[in-house]
């Protein structure tokens, strides 16, 4: 019984360790695709920042969604942020990178969009 659990406990650490590590430019492409779809969804949604640009930080899902999104550097309009945090929980990007799947990705939406992704 114990050898099974020992057995079990080492093949779990090698999963979570294969599974952290995503490269760099896996993830880079990841918060490529999520930026655009972001953008596009903003678009669509008539969301204007208007010269204005908001961060948020979300929660990449295993099923593509983004989760758990909270605006870390306000557009000034909480209308905006609201809006645009919205608009975020329809981002669905399909196969984001194993070791960023519960991991956190920040979208700097506005004039001069940027993406910052984070294995976890």
């Avoid at 093949?11 to 930026?35: C, I, K, M, N």
């Avoid at 969604?65 to 608009?87: F, Y």
């Amino acid at each position: 019984m114990k050898t099974q659990l020992l057995l079990l406990s080492a093949v779990g650490l090698l999963f979570t360790a294969s599974v952290s590590q995503a490269s760099a430019s896996e993830v880079q492409d990841y918060a490529q695709r999520a930026e655009a779809r972001a953008e596009s969804l903003l678009r669509d949604s008539g969301v204007d920042l208007a010269g204005q640009s908001v961060a948020v930080r979300a929660t990449v899902r295993s099923d593509g969604h983004l989760s758990g999104l909270s605006v870390v550097r306000s557009s000034g309009s909480r209308d905006t942020d609201h809006a645009v945090e919205t608009v975020l929980r329809k981002v669905v990007v399909s196969d984001a990178p194993l070791g960023l799947i519960g991991g956190a990705v920040t979208l700097t939406l506005g004039p001069a969009p940027m993406v910052r992704a984070e294995a976890r």
